[in-house]
């Protein structure tokens, strides 16, 4: 099993689930302010894919327009583009064996070095965290039957076979 991939499949997987649920709101809803994350659905969602997109396009040292589509089906196609491009990424590295090689990031206040291992643990854990937030403010607009968002059901729904 390639653990980094598995990883990267399931972020992405799992965002897209809670987009769907998602596009079955209303904008009133995709757009309640709530004390947590981005503040609501629509911005966390943003949030989530523009980390994607920025720390993939910065590894791969390529140039990147911020894009300002925030509707639904928007951020899924960005979505699907940022996992690509993410994946593309993480699989450069595995294959050379890059993990504690270091980029530079000249984004950053002052400009510095950053691991590419720990930058790709860095977009996966900043997802999850991100849509637990998103759970609770689905549960908040009583969304029922959300996605747990473990592995284990991304890979029963997807691979069918158990992992190891």
Known sequence: MDLVN????HDAWTTKRILDICAELS?????????IGHRTLRGTLDHIIHNMEIWSALMAQQEFERST???VSGMAQRLANAESRLRKVA??????NAWNQTWY???DFP??????????AHVI?????????LLYMLRLCDVRDLPEGD??????????TPMG
């Open 105 to 107: 990031d000249h984004l």
């Open 151 to 160: 592995v284990f059901s991304w890979e029963a729904e997807t691979e069918g």
């Open 125 to 133: 854990t900043h997802s999850m965290h991100h849509r637990a937030q």
């Open 91 to 96: 699989q450069d590295v595995a294959e050379s």
């Open 69 to 71: 589509d925030q509707t």
């Open 111 to 120: 400009p510095r070095e950053k691991r590419f291992g720990t930058t790709i």
């Open 27 to 35: 904008v009133a809803e995709l757009d309640r302010d709530f004390d």
């Open 6 to 9: 598995c990883l990267l499949r």
